[in-house]
């Protein structure tokens, strides 16, 4: 702490401790109420503008220095000076005053609250950046709030000096004139019940109704302001119209009908978008293959002498193809229009806040809407890395087109998507290289889960490059290299295909955001608050065109927000809630997690207990040769409740449930301890988690009592 600092500090100290040690205290306290107002008045009839200054003076200074008494003086400048001359007087103190310790707290202990704090505060910070004035107004308006509280949090926030000022002054001014006024009828109060009349009690009832009222006129100007360059429809042939039939165009159209809304849903490709056709479900179904083949290679584990397989890759692919049309009638137009959904095939364009172009079979369409739903999905990503726009580049997208096993599969990317893909293709017999420039493959997870996957893919002859760039991609005749770099030395891989699977890019362009200049976030998402809502109220985002996760349960989850508050909104809305959001990476192991994980609690800052149980322990997964893994949660020191669960093994993302569940709704490592599993099954794990946990927690004081009691009964 610098000079400044430590000399503020002093003085501030130093006036403190001089104002308890004269009885400022005292003097200033409804116990001499009558007294102070009677040596008062007559100084002020014949020294009206002495008075008035000094009491001014008093008053920030009492207030700047966030000493107890400013209530007492607030009802004293009523009975002083009467309603007029109080409430301006008081107005600007009190103000004044509250800026000084504002500034105070920010100069003392800004600086070092946000280095300390500052993963704790991220969320406080950007809604403060965001909306602080009216969080300030709020507070300012609600009395219950201790002001002197107000002033030095806000000093740690990093709300504007200007700003601070002038809503402080507006947002107690309400106050300030029910306590004035409060204060001319002082002759008639005796103590501090006196004050709080029924009257007074109704006066801030209303006060704290402003700031909601207050907060409904501003979203009434601004969605004014707006739409004032459109004209509104005297009438909508729809309630809703969902743009995207991926996982959150369903369930937004499906929530819609099921509550008799009209809504209609538009697609222009596929329904059922990316998860079905592209993601999640051919991926699943080639990652099942791929088990197969590696457990009949692994066939010794389980007592088999000897046993091979015999497949054509091509057939490999026609069965994924199979799967995905046996899913297919799950997510149609048929169903979804025998549940009350219309649905279009074309290419749907907002032309205004209620119009929503379809242009199909050479026909443009024009629907008017309520509400809009935009459910766009996103697309991958294709890396401008030179010389890759020389080869037809594999994507999550096009790698479902390939009928012949590439023999030498560069996989791009190390997070989720790649890694799927690399074991998935090495396992048929691929010869694969998984290029990934982070230090470790699943950065997202903690360093001993991306070791075990990795140790894994090893196994299974999977070359995983980690710390490796690409840089280029050359062609040598026929050959294909792709360039990296790591630690400063050069390396050339010779592949026959390049799969890229290095992110998704939300689809944000070609159906009119432009043209509405609804904004987009710089990840490149839908810019939406937390209802969901754009920068039009009436206009909606969803999965993951808005991020930020980009998961079809949360796509899903995310819908039913979306499709409710467009539906519902003004009348009620929901918050959407990510306080529980799972996921799971289908590689082998499995690796599922929910909550936070042990490398992000310690970059938070967040204070935590680890416990470990480990698959190699576990009965059924010895009897099934899948004794690898672990168990490993997250709680409060001292305490049974989860803060996160990760989870490496057999069926990992199945397991997962039980936490995800217990976290949803407050349940602890006790309860899961003490709910019965049945053995011998893979879920017996989380029990025994939970009963490690317990063994950690045992009272040891209660535990020699009970040895000396046993003792006793021995004789």
């Known amino acids: 702490m610098g000079r400044a600092r430590i000399a503020l500090l002093l003085l501030i100290a130093a006036a403190a401790a001089a104002f308890f040690a004269f009885g400022g205290h005292r003097y200033l306290s409804t116990d001499n109420l009558q007294t102070l107002v009677g040596r008062l008045r007559g100084f002020h009839q014949a020294n009206a503008f002495q008075t008035g200054l000094g009491f001014l003076l008093a008053y920030v200074a009492v207030t700047g220095l966030s000493l107890p008494g400013a209530a007492v003086m607030t009802l004293l400048a009523g009975a002083i000076f009467g309603v007029v001359w109080g409430t301006l007087i008081v107005s600007f103190a009190s103000t004044l005053g509250a800026t000084l310790a504002f500034l105070s707290s920010r100069f003392l202990l800004h600086d070092w609250v946000q280095a300390k704090f500052g993963s704790y505060l991220q969320g406080i910070n950007e809604g403060v950046k965001r909306e602080g004035a009216y969080y300030l107004f709020t507070l300012r308006l609600i009395p219950v709030v201790p002001f002197f509280v107000i002033n030095l949090a806000m000093g740690l926030t990093p709300i504007r000096t200007p700003t601070f000022y002038w809503v402080s002054q507006l947002g107690m001014l309400a106050g300030t004139i029910v306590y004035v006024n409060a204060g001319t009828q002082l002759a008639s109060i005796d103590s501090a019940r006196g004050i709080l009349s029924p009257g007074l009690i109704g006066a801030f009832v209303l006060l704290g109704l402003f700031p909601l009222l207050a907060k409904r006129f501003l979203d009434f100007v601004r969605a004014k302001r707006v739409y004032r360059r459109w004209t509104r429809p005297a009438k909508f042939d729809r309630n809703l119209v969902v743009i995207g039939a991926g996982s959150a165009g369903l369930v937004s159209a499906y929530i819609a009908a099921a509550v008799k809304a009209k809504v209609t849903l538009i697609e222009k490709h596929r329904m059922g978008g990316d998860c079905l056709n592209t993601g999640c479900v051919p991926s699943k179904a080639l990652i099942k293959t791929a088990r197969v083949l590696s457990q009949i290679k692994d066939s010794s584990k389980y007592g088999i002498r000897k046993a091979s397989a015999e497949f054509d890759f091509a057939e490999v692919m026609e069965r994924i193809q199979r799967v995905i049309k046996t899913i297919e009638p799950h997510d149609s137009v048929e169903r979804y229009t025998g549940l009350g959904v219309e649905c279009l095939q074309g290419e749907a364009k907002i032309v205004s806040p209620w119009e929503v172009e379809v242009k199909m079979d050479g026909e443009t369409r024009t629907l008017t809407t309520r509400s809009i739903v935009i459910a766009a999905g996103a697309r991958p990503l294709v890396p401008p890395i030179p010389g890759i726009d020389k080869i037809e580049v594999l994507t999550s997208d096009t790698v479902w087109d390939l009928r012949e096993l ?310």
């Open 406 to 715: 590439p023999r030498r599969l560069v996989v791009l990317g190390g997070g989720p998507i790649g890694s799927e893909r690399a074991q998935a293709f090495a396992r048929p017999g691929s010869k694969v290289t998984q290029v990934e420039m982070l230090p470790r493959i699943l950065i997202r997870e903690d360093p001993e889960v991306s070791a075990m996957v990795t140790k894994r893919f090893q196994e299974d002859g999977i070359n995983v490059l980690v710390g490796h760039k690409a840089k280029q991609v050359v062609l040598e005749g026929s050959r294909k290299i792709l360039l990296c770099e790591s630690e400063g030395r050069g390396i050339g891989i010779e592949f026959d295909a390049l799969l890229c699977a290095v992110g998704r890019v939300p689809n944000t362009a070609g159906y009119g955001l432009e043209e509405l200049a609804i904004p987009v976030t710089k990840a490149r998402t839908v810019e939406t608050n937390e209802y969901l809502q754009t920068l039009y109220p009436n206009i909606f985002a969803c999965g993951d065109v808005a991020g930020p996760y980009q998961f079809t349960h949360t796509a899903s989850h995310q819908a039913w927000y979306a499709a409710v508050n467009a539906l519902f909104a003004p009348f009620k809305r929901f918050r959407a809630d990510y306080s529980v959001i799972p996921w799971a990476t289908f590689t082998d192991p499995e690796v599922a997690r929910v909550g936070l994980n042990e490398t992000e609690a310690n970059e938070r800052g967040v204070a935590h207990e680890v416990t470990v149980f480990d698959m190699h322990e576990l009965d059924r997964a010895i009897a099934d040769e899948v004794a690898q893994g672990m168990v490993k949660v997250l709680t409060v020191p001292g305490k049974d409740r989860i803060l996160g669960a990760t989870l490496v093994g057999e069926h990992a993302g199945d397991l997962i449930v039980e936490f995800i569940t217990a976290m949803k709704y407050g349940i602890g490592l006790n309860k899961i301890l003490g709910t019965i599993h049945i053995y011998p099954t893979l879920a017996e794990a989380n029990k025994y988690a939970a009963g490690a946990w317990k063994r950690a927690h045992a009272p040891q004081g209660v535990l020699k009592n009970l040895e000396r009691f046993h003792a006793w009964r021995r004789g």
